[in-house]
T-cell receptor
Framework: DADVTQTPRNRITKTGKRIMLECSQTKGHDRMYWYRQDPGLGLRLIYYSFDVKDINKGEISDGYSVSRQAQAKFSLSLESAIPNQTALYFC?????????????FGPGTRLLVL | GEDVEQSLFLSVREGDSSVINCTYT??????LYWYKQEPGAGLQLLTY?????DMKQDQRLTVLLNKKDKHLSLRIADTQTGDSAIYFCADPWGGNTGKLIFGQGTTLQVKP
């Protein structure tokens, strides 16, 4: 089984709808992240959480919110989706006990906002 | 602000060496990373280098770090068609805070 899972893998929604992307991990890591990937722009950090009670904005948090329901779960919400939020979304995890601070990525959620 | 830059595309013939370059602005990082993204997949860590090293070799992969010029490169020896992917370099944001700044990604095309 994959260590970092994301649901759904693909989603089509309409402008103005609220949607939630979910991420779960079985790695026992304390840190979790949400990124979006756009062609030619690489990955940009949306939000990150260093533990259940510690949530922080990343580079591009406007239009997004997150919830860390448990150490293993980190959800990303789009309150009112707009077309320029069409992108590939990745969840990642890491452990503060890992000196290299390597991040491990989920398979991604492809979101299309019409 | 902090920035990581990569060229967008590289094409090589199978069996040749590939060199993917990256420049970064934050010099306080302890580690720098290379990730690989195969088509339709997430990112997987390829390798990383500790900032007090100039070079790290791992089988066909060689990472070179020039801290003075803030330049990182990834060399893939004997490039295979299975190496076709997007390669991202990543630099921790604001030192080792656990956040990463990624380059735009270099698409490596390997021709038979």
């Amino acid at each position: 089984d994959a260590d970092v899972t994301q649901t759904p893998r693909n989603r089509i929604t309409k402008t103005g709808k609220r949607i939630m992307l979910e991420c779960s991990q079985t790695k026992g890591h304390d840190r979790m992240y949400w990124y979006r990937q756009d062609p030619g722009l690489g990955l940009r950090l949306i939000y990150y959480s260093f533990d259940v009670k510690d949530i922080n904005k990343g580079e591009i948090s406007d239009g997004y919110s997150v919830s860390r329901q448990a150490q293993a779960k980190f959800s990303l919400s789009l309150e009112s989706a707009i077309p320029n939020q069409t992108a590939l979304y990745f969840c990642a995890t890491s452990s503060r006990q890992d000196k290299s601070e390597t991040q491990y990525f989920g398979p991604g959620t492809r979101l299309l906002v019409l | 602000g902090e920035d990581v830059e990569q060229s967008l595309f590289l094409s090589v013939r199978e069996g040749d060496s590939s060199v993917i370059n990256c420049t970064y602005t934050d010099s306080s990082s302890t580690y720098l990373y290379w990730y690989k993204q195969e088509p339709g997949a997430g990112l997987q860590l390829l390798t990383y280098i500790f900032s007090n090293m100039d070079m790290k070799q791992d089988q066909r992969l060689t990472v070179l770090l020039n801290k003075k010029d803030k330049h990182l490169s990834l060399r893939i020896a004997d490039t295979q068609t299975g190496d076709s992917a997007i390669y991202f370099c990543a630099d921790p944001w604001g030192g080792n805070t656990g956040k990463l700044i990624f380059g735009q990604g270099t698409t490596l095309q390997v021709k038979p």
